[in-house]
């Protein structure tokens, strides 16, 4: 039985962010805290034991939760996953001298190393690098600005101070995502940082305190983690249930196939090439979305219609997805995917999923055919396809080298 | 207008002329209290509950009773009661009732929130005596806050709910405590947040609501992406049945049967839901039977027989394929739903057998192309009768009880839907899911 239900990144325009992460098996992840935080207060025990009194036990208890805080990332749609280290990092940049922080920093990530020994290596090391870089910034941005105030704590300047380095964090954090691995830095999700952010800040002044107010010691940053987790929840939720009811559409497509009515695969292949054209073009988002579902679902209505042998004819052009489109316009969600489909619709997105549909037909669903394909496209009548769509097609196949450039 | 609703109306102004009777009065001895913190205090309790989310089980959750909490810490000395009766006043203009002028809600919610925050200042600084300041104290107080906030709470909302609409004290007041239980967290994270407002002011507030809201708003978009799309999914299914007139809304009953089954075993309500869901897809892989195989009203030769039997693997395949159900996929075999009475039921998920259970009692009780519905009782009998041989029999049990206690009728003569029949189906014969069993060759089973 095949299993072969992850999408090809590109395919999916609702965007499970490929962001670089150490939260890819939830199963472990419980495990990998628990290992984390024991040698995290082994150590912190010890140095209690050498030291006592001092202020690095409790940095050592912070740089342990920074490592656990590592495994633990708000992941919103359309964003990379944002772990909660930064909000634990700033309160050990309040918190520690430079010399101090950047040994807990060190120490923090060597941990994190130690338990993420799964995967490939690339991945894992663009995060470690991520999180160097946006720590160095996050500790340098609160310099500045506390620099700049000169000595003394006043209120306003440490939430400006904690504010920037959580913020000048979190770019430089971006960009080295951006420059190692080429995840764009995305305009969606961002309330996941704010959050973060917000929090980080109050986890911070509680720990330490500002000026002579007294602090809430280590009770602070776990207390005020306390709303940063319920929005971690509902994020979790609110993937689970997009990503179970697009694993639905994915399983639901693969009907036809499993009974014969199309080749193995076609319904993501067209899904796939659909969404590349689709982009091509210029569609937005949301259409994107639809043009998937539709593209997926395109071959559905052939269930719903009578063997040609019983009902005494042949199936006419349009009729499945005429019958499909019928299907999906009974539900509000499934509509607009539903006047994609239907076979009189001149949309864009319509004219892109038969011309998806018909590509996959003629490379029998082999991509590297597709120059052969678009010659048949390109030797039809102008009016069948959508020129647009065909000149989109071209210069798919042209990224992908599938066509040679004499012959055009 | 009738004397209920007019005793609710006289219970309604009574109850905020009390609230602002109770202002007035500790006006007078000398309370005063900072306008600023209560018009920021109320104005994000007021935000609270207008964004207030309902859960599926219809409990409304919001997180004002932080806010009420925070004001309980913030206000001392002579506003100290003032101020949190205020701050609680506020709570009632919730926007949508003002709109409608629904006024005796405004008033009952205005009186009922400042009542209930008064309550909880009053325990709390009665609790908070002796040990003041320390942070043990303040969260201990801050429970009892909590606790009494609540019971003042579900009295009141019980005193209008059984003037309005007779309803039994024991419900209500299971039902405040459960809410009541529900907010002692953000009783905690209220005394924070007041102890945070007192050392540093009003712009650590923001800081602490942020993140609350996002989770909150969150939260709601989870709640509303799951509704709409488990309509979408439903509907599908739904359109793609409808292909075949006997099964039509199948799916739909089994799920719900399931549903029934899942509660009387006292499924977590995670669950249920994967179990709700299961139940829905459990034949979809009956849309690759050809339509006139389906609807064959007599005997299946064997190759068309082999050719409906692929719909089992068809189903599995799919439910696989999504990792929510995939521990659940066996649901869609005849082969593992066959209870084995010796088999040793740890960690084996009982999901499959209640999906069995609830698809045979729909099959049983509805026409088929095959067979006419039987009555529930035959229906009943049989599941009985195949108890602990081929069906679980504590999941037997429960769908016959959860059916009787909700006076559940179906099966012949209590159809949805009336058949009209181009070729009348047979009376007898039990068959499965619709899928017309292998029937003896001599046809001892005619065609009335």
Known sequence: ?408 | MTEQSRSTTVFCIALAGLSAALAVALEIRGASVDGAAVLLLGGLFLLAENESVTLPNNVSWSPSFMLAMAAVVVFRAHGALLGPLYVGMFGGAYLPQIRRRAWRKVLFNAGNFGLSTFATALVYHGFSVGFTGTVGGQILAGIAGALAFAAVNTALIGAIMMLSSHARVGDVVREGWTAGWQIVPFALLGVFLGRLYLEYGAVMVPLFVVPIFIARQTFASFLEFRASHEAAVSILIGALEAKDAYTAGHAERVAKYAHYIGLELNLTPARLERLRFAALMHDVGKLVVPNHLLNKPGRLTPAEFELVRRHEPVSVEILTRIDFLAPVAPSATSEHTHYRPVADEHGQPIEPHIVAVADAYDAMTSTRSYRRALTQQVAFEELRRNAAVQFHPRVVEALISALRRRGEVHGAGHEEDVHAFAVPPPVAGLGSAGLGDLLPESGEVTSR
Not at chain 1, 27 to 32: A, I, Q, S, V
Not at chain 1, 157 to 163: C, I, N, Q, T
Not at chain 1, 304 to 327: F, H, N, S, T
Not at chain 1, 366 to 386: N, T
């Open chain 1, 1 to 408: 039985m095949k299993h072969s239900m992850d999408s090809p990144p590109e395919s999916s325009p609702a965007g499970r962010s490929g962001g670089p992460s150490l939260t890819v098996n939830p199963r472990h992840t419980l495990l990998r805290v628990g290992i984390v935080a024991a040698i995290g207060l082994l150590v912190a025990a010890a140095v209690q034991t050498i030291g006592p009194g001092g202020t690095w036990t409790g940095l050592v208890v912070l740089g342990a939760a920074a490592a656990v805080a590592e495994l633990i990332a708000l992941r919103p749609a359309g964003r990379a996953p944002l772990s909660f280290f930064y909000a634990v990092i700033v309160v050990i940049v309040r918190a520690a001298s430079t010399g101090q922080y950047f040994a807990i920093l060190a120490g923090a990530l060597a941990l994190v190393a130690l338990v993420c020994v799964a995967g490939p290596l690339a991945p894992r090391a663009a995060v470690f690098a991520c999180r160097a870089v946006g720590g160095s910034l996050a500790w340098v941005g609160y310099a500045i600005v506390t620099h700049a105030h000169g000595p003394g704590d006043g209120r306003y300047e440490v939430l400006v101070a904690l504010a920037v380095a959580l913020i000048l964090g979190l770019l430089g954090d971006d960009a080295v995502q951006w420059a190692l691995i080429r995840v764009a830095p995305s305009t969606r999700g961002r309330e996941a940082d704010l959050a973060l952010i917000a929090s980080g800040i109050l986890m911070a002044v509680g720990y330490r305190g500002i000026g002579s107010q007294p602090d809430l010691g280590l009770w602070g940053p776990f207390v005020f983690a306390v709303p940063l987790l319920g929005a971690w929840y509902s994020f979790e939720r609110l993937r689970s249930i997009r990503t179970t009811y697009e694993q639905t559409i994915e399983a639901l497509s693969a009907v036809p196939e499993l009974g014969g009515l199309a080749r193995r695969g076609h319904a993501m292949r067209v899904a796939s090439l659909g969404v590349r054209l689709g982009r091509e073009l210029g569609l937005d988002r949301r259409t994107l979305e639809q043009l998937r579902t539709a593209a997926l679902l395109h071959h559905l209505g052939h269930l719903c219609l009578d063997d040609p042998q019983v009902r005494g004819r042949d199936i006419e052009p349009g009729e499945v997805a005429d019958k499909g489109a019928e299907i999906l316009r009974e539900s509000t969600v499934l509509a607009p995917s539903g006047d994609i489909l239907a076979s009189d619709s001149a949309s864009l997105a319509s004219q892109v999923l038969r011309a998806a549909s018909i590509i996959d037909e003629l490379t029998e669903g082999d991509e590297s055919r597709l120059g052969l394909a678009l010659e048949v496209l390109d030797s039809g009548p102008g009016y069948v396809y959508d020129p647009r769509v065909v000149a989109a097609v071209e210069r798919v196949a042209r990224r992908a080298d599938l066509v040679a450039t004499a012959a055009r």
